[in-house]
């Protein structure tokens, strides 16, 4: 893993933090983004590496000037980027669809949708023209990605819209040597997943607590896709709290 570089949107909390942690752990040096500078800060403080071996860098990723100026500090740098984990992303009230705003809406596409798109485009930008050629793209796609909860139209649009940005870049991508994957997430227990536990509504209309995993198994899952070499690909990884009801009728 020597020299190798990688980028973690959304580094400063939840899914985020740990798969940055893991990361450091790698040996990767990682690039740090949000749109927090403190919760960033603390990730790198937290992962006790030498300060050449990480930068925290604010982005807001649905702004276009924004996430081109993050790419630019990261070849002034480092030079070149291996991985790219896609993982900020927001969710919207739990609205009937008829009650929902276009504000709420839009949010919600530009920070699910855009701003992993905008990412994904400066990424291959740099990789496609390094020495070695190439990276992978880990895009976090959730369990909603083909399965909705009740009231939630926003967020599983945009993350069934995320599993064909993962499709289709993964498919443009192949000739510049780059892999581009999915992990989708089933309740990791980040603050972001805590109303799980006081109950949230099911599709049979009942509310219901559900289980949730270590946000850490969830890191381990990106690292195992990290570790492949160029000329394998997991295209979509499911990783999820065995007993949450998810499979079948549950």
């Not at 990361?23 to 990767?28: S, V």
């Not at 990106?222 to 492949?228: D, E």
């Given at each position: 893993?020597?020299?190798?570089t990688a980028l973690v949107t959304g580094a400063g909390t939840g899914i985020g933090r740990a798969t940055a942690?893991?990361?450091?752990?790698?040996?990767?040096s990682v690039v740090l983004t949000g749109r927090r500078r403190e919760p960033l800060e603390q990730t790198a403080a937290d992962a006790k590496v030498p300060e050449s071996?990480?930068?925290?860098?604010?982005a807001d990723v649905t702004h276009e000037e924004q996430v081109e100026d993050l790419f630019a500090k990261i070849?002034?740098?480092f030079g070149r980027l291996d991985l790219l984990f896609n993982n900020a992303g927001v969710s919207a009230p739990s609205?009937?669809?008829?009650?929902?705003?276009?504000?709420?809406?839009q949010a919600v596409v530009d920070a699910n949708l855009?701003?992993?798109f905008l990412c994904t485009r400066e990424a291959i930008r740099i990789m496609k023209d390094q020495t070695p050629q190439g990276g992978r793209i880990i895009n976090n796609g959730s369990l909603a990605a083909t399965t909705p909860r009740p009231l939630s139209i926003p967020y599983a649009a945009t993350k069934h819209a995320i599993t064909g940005l993962t499709k289709a870049s993964s498919l443009d991508c192949r000739k510049h040597n780059i892999a581009v994957g999915?992990?989708?997430?089933?309740n990791a227990a980040t603050e972001m997943a805590q109303g799980v536990t006081v109950g949230v509504p099911q599709a049979n209309g009942e509310i219901e607590t559900e289980p949730l995993m270590d946000v850490d198994h969830v890191a381990d899952a990106?690292?195992?896709?990290?570790?492949?070499p160029l000329e394998t690909n997991i295209l979509f990884l499911t990783v999820m709290a065995t007993r949450m009801p998810f499979v079948g009728r549950g």
């Open positions: 893993m020597e020299n190798k942690l893991a990361l450091f752990r790698e040996g990767y071996r990480f930068l925290v860098a604010t070849k002034s740098a609205l009937p669809p008829e009650e929902l705003s276009l504000a709420q809406w855009t701003g992993p999915q992990i989708d997430i089933g990106v690292i195992h896709m990290a570790r492949l």
